[in-house]
T-cell receptor, first 114, second 114 residues
Framework: ETGVTQSPTHLIKTRGQQVTLRCSSQ?????VSWYQQALGQGPQFIFQ???????GRGNFPPRFSGLQFPNYSSELNVNALELDDSALYLC?????????????FGPGTRLTVT | AQSVTQLGSHVSVSEGALVLLRCNYS??????LFWYVQYPNQGLQLLLK??????LVKGINGFEAEFKKSETSFHLTKPSAHMSDAAEYFC????????????FGAGTRLTVKP
């Protein structure tokens, strides 16, 4: 069984640019959540996709957007990058949405904005 | 608003000694609480969770946590530390039972000395 994978591992972008991060969920999982983890801090919930629909969003501006595809893989898009967007971006998948379902995290994509 | 506070950003113990990582929560409703571990360059792994059943929760790798409503605490313990326990530990509270919106603490880095 393949776990959650994310690509790329590392990425360097310039302020103002746009970036797309990718996540492949664990086999059989239809729910994907994205988190931002700044250096020295805990992860912050960005949003969640369940069966290709966004069904929860944290306190992030609209320039953070996402997609979930029919195979349940997902993308996180960030427009107009700011220096504070530098962080580790974590993707997590679960069998379904809700409290009864454990999340399985990927290793993350480290984004550096210069 | 629901939140968690981890007391101590860094804890150091000797191998074989008791591990105690502290977490206090704030919640106006019965909380769902979690402990996660993060090893270097990896995603988060669930250690254990409290979902209003038994107040003493046993997790993986010999860890356990006790939910104490009177103290609003959910401290993580392990009787005997192992070198492989060295990692970052996060306490978290689920904000929305319909999705994976969670609020994480800032983390506690555990160092285990030989």
């Amino acid at each position: 069984e393949t776990g959650v994978t994310q690509s790329p591992t590392h990425l360097i972008k310039t302020r103002g640019q746009q970036v797309t991060l990718r996540c492949s969920s664990q086999s059989g999982h239809n729910t994907v959540s994205w988190y931002q983890q700044a250096l020295g801090q805990g992860p912050q919930f960005i949003f969640q996709y369940y069966r290709e629909e966004e069904n929860g969003r944290g306190n992030f501006p609209p320039r953070f957007s996402g997609l979930q595809f029919p195979n349940y893989s997902s993308e996180l898009n960030v427009n107009a990058l700011e220096l504070d967007d530098s962080a580790l971006y974590l993707c997590a998948s679960s069998l379904a949405s809700g409290q009864d379902y454990e999340q399985y995290f990927g290793p993350g994509t480290r984004l550096t904005v210069t | 608003a629901q939140s968690v506070t981890q007391l101590g950003s860094h804890v150091s113990v000797s191998e074989g000694a008791l591990v105690l990582l502290r977490c206090n929560y704030s919640s106006s409703v019965p909380p769902y609480l979690f402990w996660y571990v993060q090893y270097p360059n990896q995603g988060l792994q669930l250690l254990l969770k409290y979902t209003s059943a038994a107040t003493l929760v046993k997790g993986i790798n010999g860890f356990e946590a006790e939910f104490k409503k009177s103290e609003t605490s959910f401290h993580l313990t392990k009787p005997s530390a192992h070198m492989s326990d060295a990692a970052e530990y996060f306490c978290a509270v689920r904000l929305n039972r319909g999705n994976n919106d969670m609020r994480f603490g800032a983390g506690t880095r555990l160092t285990v000395k030989p």
